[in-house]
C-alpha cells in the first residue's frame, strides 16, 4: 500500500526498504572512538537483520556474501 507523507509525496511499496537476514560468518575488531577500540556487537554465528541497500556484496565460491557496516545491522536474531 502507498504511503503518503505530511508534505504530500507519495512512497510507492516498493521504495519501502525492507530488511534482509544473514548469518555473521566474521567480524573486524571495531572502530576506535575517543582513542579507544570499541568491540562489535556482533559476533560469529549471530543471526542479524540488516538494511537491504547497505551491503556490498561479492560471490566467494559461487556463494553470496556481504559486507555491512555495524551502523547497517538493525537487529540480532535470538
Known amino acids: ?7 504530500g509525496i507519495i512512497i510507492p ?3 519501502k526498504e525492507k530488511p534482509e537476514r544473514g548469518s555473521v560468518v566474521a567480524v573486524g575488531p571495531g ?8 568491540a562489535m556487537e556482533v559476533k560469529p ?3 542479524i537483520m540488516f538494511k ?3 551491503p556490498d556484496e561479492f560471490k566467494v ?3 553470496r556474501v ?3 557496516e555495524s551502523r547497517d545491522v ?5
Open 61 to 63: 565460491n559461487g556463494e
Open 1 to 7: 500500500e502507498n504511503e503518503t507523507t505530511a508534505s
Open 66 to 68: 556481504f559486507v555491512i
Open 52 to 54: 537491504k541497500y547497505a
Open 13 to 15: 511499496d516498493t521504495a
Open 45 to 47: 554465528g549471530d543471526t
Open 31 to 38: 572502530k576506535v572512538e575517543n582513542g579507544q577500540r570499541v
Open 74 to 78: 538493525i537487529a540480532v536474531i535470538e
